[in-house]
Nanobody
Framework: QVQLVESGGGLVQAGGSLRLSCAASGSIFRINDMDWYRQAPGKQRELVATITSGGSTNYVDSVKGRFTISRDNAKNTVYLQMNSLKPEDTAVYYC??????????WGQGTQVTVSS
């Protein structure tokens, strides 16, 4: 079993920054992809950013140039640095990790609210 603990959400004004963290613990053999998703009220959950075990990254178009995903493999932790935040970035942000066995786990979610 793998547990994910997220932190770093909060309330920020438009143009501000936040850094989300997601630490994995438990029976971890290997972590492959680590992802950040978000879900705004009334909308479907969407993939925001992905980082592979080799460090390759991918982003949804709406956050390119503003968000940066990174990982610390020694700490089994993934980060999401969010700059130039916009009100439309307001959502609950979830991390997801995919283990070497192909099983995936979700974090509990952290609220990000951007005021205009």
């Amino acid at each position: 079993q793998v547990q994910l603990v997220e932190s770093g959400g909060g309330l920020v004004q438009a143009g501000g920054s936040l850094r989300l963290s997601c630490a994995a613990s438990g029976s971890i053999f290997r972590i492959n992809d680590m992802d950040w998703y978000r879900q705004a009220p009334g909308k479907q959950r969407e993939l925001v950013a992905t980082i592979t075990s080799g460090g390759s990254t991918n982003y949804v178009d709406s956050v390119k140039g503003r968000f940066t995903i990174s990982r610390d493999n020694a700490k089994n932790t993934v980060y999401l640095q969010m700059n130039s935040l916009k009100p439309e970035d307001t959502a609950v942000y979830y991390c997801k990790v995919v283990t070497g066995w192909g099983i995936f786990y979700w974090g509990q979610g952290t609220q990000v609210t951007v005021s205009s």
